[in-house]
């Protein structure tokens, strides 16, 4: 069954520095999401991605934030100048569209440690 | 605000006992969903629940929606250990993101 997945599954960085969190959506799927997990808290979203283009994205994500589908396949997260407290889980999630079903899938994740 | 909060936030049971999870939510839905998380891995999709149904059933699970509420319920019945992981309901609004709650940390004792 086809599946997301991340790379890397756990990555640490010092405080400043730039990060990139890739994801490999389900290939004919067309919605794009990333969320994140701080440690004990909820999920949340952070931005939505659809035809090469920011459909939403939350008050989190500020200008630090960006996201690209350099490709065809990968949909990718940078943190430009990383803070402790963007130290979380980050999930990418995919949707297919038209099929009537809104159900996401999720990525196993990528932990991000910023020391 | 917050939205789709969940309760309880953890739940203890012995095998073979239903867990019964309550979310509640604030604003207009489109859908409710139910996504299960083991212990540091990703979201596993559940069941879904359009706003104009009223319940509905996947093997184990029976999810329930009251609009005039706006809570859900999910029901597992004859739990399993297996079952044991965190318990996230997730409104699916107009734009499809998801606004997902607190969770309920389930654990069910062998």
């Known amino acids: 069954e086809p599946e997301v997945t991340q790379t890397p599954s756990h990555q640490v960085t010092q405080m400043g520095q730039e990060v990139i969190l890739r994801c490999v959506p389900i290939s004919n799927h067309l919605y794009f999401y990333w969320y994140r997990q701080i440690l004990g808290q909820k999920v949340e979203f952070l931005v939505s991605?659809?035809?090469?283009?920011?459909?939403?994205k939350s008050e989190i994500f500020d200008d630090q934030f960006s996201v690209e589908r350099p490709d065809g396949s990968n949909f990718t997260l940078k943190i430009r100048s990383t803070k402790l407290e963007d130290s979380a889980m980050y999930f990418c999630?995919?949707?297919?569209?038209?099929?009537?079903?809104?159900?996401?899938?999720f990525g196993p994740g990528t932990r991000l440690t910023v020391t | 605000s917050q939205q789709g909060e969940e309760d309880p936030q953890a739940l203890s049971i012995q095998e073979g006992e239903n867990a019964t999870m309550n979310c509640s939510y604030k604003?207009?839905?489109?859908?409710l969903q139910w996504y299960r998380q083991n212990s540091g891995r990703g979201l596993v999709h559940l069941i879904l629940?359009?706003?104009?149904?009223r319940e509905k059933h996947s093997g184990r699970l029976r999810v329930t929606l009251d609009t005039s509420k706006k809570s859900s319920s999910l029901l597992i019945t004859a739990s399993r250990a297996a079952d044991t992981a965190s318990y996230f309901c997730?409104?699916?609004?107009?734009?499809?993101?998801?606004?997902f709650g607190a969770g309920t940390i389930l654990r069910v004792k062998s």
């Open positions: 604003t207009s839905i489109n859908n």
């Open positions: 997730a409104q699916s609004e107009y734009g499809n993101k998801l606004v």
């Open positions: 999630a995919s949707y297919p569209s038209g099929t009537g079903s809104y159900e996401q899938y």
């Open positions: 991605f659809y035809n090469n283009e920011i459909s939403e």
């Open positions: 629940i359009r706003s104009n149904e």
